[in-house]
């Protein structure tokens, strides 16, 4: 296949698969050196309060204490957004500009042991962590000033994290980002034109096309997506058509925490263990009853390089590996 533009069925926009360099998949898949594994004594994780973080908001198992618990959803210690006092910031203008008060809630889940990362935990815990940010977003959405709510892990220093023992967060905000919003008029354009999800479109094609299916179980699938940005993006998606994260009944969640799990396994053995950031994609909390079309998801980024000035000029990415080829390595 030569070069290809590639349209986002959702977003519109468009990408490069760029397959003049046949040997570039494997020249990535051994891009990273060996992870530096931080030291469990001096880890601020181990004993999060002990290390001046808030107390938790709560912990799994519930009702565990200080010894015993698993997870703890917890504030973090250094929020960029101040906590809300159950009132929304007003807007003002300044010169032409606009802005108001960050408010907003930024929490952590942090799970117990320092040398498992989201594929090493038992299923059980794996589910909690996600059944745990469940639990806190529904806790969030009534504040009424709240708008979005994004989570996501990453995981290593060039992906963003500060601290070694693995963790998890979630930032609540009061604006739906512009990108969110593409998304979502995306997949309702798409909706008003063929009555159809567009991403359930996408499941079923994926799993009677196969060649890029990396994994699935009744409840989720994990595919490269066709128009992927980056090189080795992988999403995960349940197969039932839920809109919103925070009310995906236990086994759907399950499922696609399992499906996670096999992904991250996979990035990890057959990418040379590379930092990543996984993210969940889902409707914005106001006007429920207006995002029944949209398909709520888990994207996985490989972190290979910065964005270069092509893509920050233009928004377009260029990606060097085939999805297929993608997929047909992350299968291994
Ligand atoms: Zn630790
Ligand atoms: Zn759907
Ligand atoms: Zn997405």
Redesign the pocket.
Known sequence: MSSELRQDLVSGDWIIVSTNRKDRPRQFAKIFKKRKVSA?SG?P??DPQKNGNPEPIFVYPKGAGKNDWKIQILGNKYPALSRPVNTCAPVFKNGPYTTTEALGYQDLAITRD?HKNFSDLPLIEATQVLKGFQERYNMILKDSCISYISIFQNWGPTAGASVY?PHYQSIAIPVVPLHIKISINGSDRFYKEHKKCVYCVMIEHEIKNKRRIIYENEEAVVFTPFFSESPFEVRVLPKKHFSYFEDTPEKALKGTAAALQYALKKVTKNLNDPDYNFFIHTAPIKNKEKHTHYHWHIEIRPKFFNIAGFELGTNLEINEVDPDKAAKILRK
């Open positions: 469990k880890c994780f181990e320092h023992h």
